[in-house]
T-cell receptor
């Protein structure tokens, strides 16, 4: 599975949009982009995933560039409860079913 | 509740003890996983079960012994652990092994080995 690169930390003001970038320049055609987050001392929580089209659900939006080498997770109106470590993971369909977590981005939402 | 329940939430054990971690899901998922998260390190996949059969063991020491008696329950049996085994142990499940669906994680068991 392709490797991802994320900034180690980011700050965001409460109520503003949080845009979390992820670089996955070695992604291959059958690999999906997944986003999870982990609030302190809890298990990771699935947020969203996509292949090449932009995706939106009740939690967030996922914007994938046309060449698929990078993506951005958007939390449209960040709240203090969105403070967490956000993981961008690239995983191929039909792989051995593993989610391999990197170090992620620590997002701090400030009042 | 996330749909995956882990017990106990916290566990302190001596190096000579034997204990078990329990994971339970009633989501109808067919695959279950054990992950280990040590301080300031990424999550490490330990074991994967699909339809109650172990399909992956990622070089985990034998002092960790998983058991999956049915598709809803997963155990991690612990014996003669070391202090460096202190970590957050997370259980997860997914609809199918090798599926594109997201995983559902439990809240974890915080293990301290003394």
């Amino acid at each position: 599975d392709a490797k991802t690169t994320q900034p180690p930390s980011m700050d965001c003001a409460e109520g503003r949009a949080a845009n979390l970038p992820c670089n996955h320049s070695t992604i291959s055609g059958n690999e999906y982009v997944y986003w999870y987050r982990q609030i302190h001392s809890q298990g990771p929580q699935y947020i969203i995933h996509g292949l090449k089209n932009n995706e939106t659900n009740e939690m967030a939006s996922l914007i994938i560039t046309e060449d698929r080498k990078s993506s951005t997770l958007i939390l449209p109106h960040a709240t203090l409860r969105d403070t967490a470590v956000y993981y961008c993971i690239v995983r191929s369909w039909g792989s051995q079913g593993n989610l391999i977590f990197g170090k992620g981005t620590k997002l701090s939402v400030k009042p | 509740e996330t749909g995956v329940t882990q017990t106990p939430r916290h566990l302190v054990m001596g190096m000579t003890n034997k204990k078990s971690l329990k994971c339970e899901q009633h989501l109808g998922h067919n695959a279950m996983y054990w992950y280990k998260q040590s301080a300031k390190k990424p999550l490490e996949l330990m074991f994967v079960y699909s339809l109650e059969e172990r399909v992956e063991n990622n070089s985990v020491p034998s002092r960790f012994s998983p058991e999956c008696p049915n598709s809803s329950h997963l155990f991690l049996h612990l014996h003669t652990l070391q202090p460096e085994d202190s970590a957050l142990y997370l259980c997860a499940s997914s609809q199918e092994y090798r599926a594109t669906y997201g995983y559902t994680f439990g809240s974890g068991t915080r293990l301290t080995v003394v």
